[in-house]
């Protein structure tokens, strides 16, 4: 089963990841979002 990780957001982040995740129609919700930022990163090796 995942777990579970929070991230404490400042507004303005919070509302420029939500709009990115609801004027796009690749992500479902915000959360989606922020997993493919994840994702890219890993696959960068970084």
């Known amino acids: 089963m995942p777990e579970r990780t929070n991230a404490h957001l400042s507004q303005t982040l ?5 709009r990115v995740a609801n004027e796009t129609e690749l992500y479902k919700a915000p959360s989606e979002y922020m ?8 696959e960068m090796d970084v």
């Open 14 to 18: 919070t509302e420029f990841v939500n």
């Open 35 to 42: 997993l493919d930022l994840i994702r890219r990163d890993t």
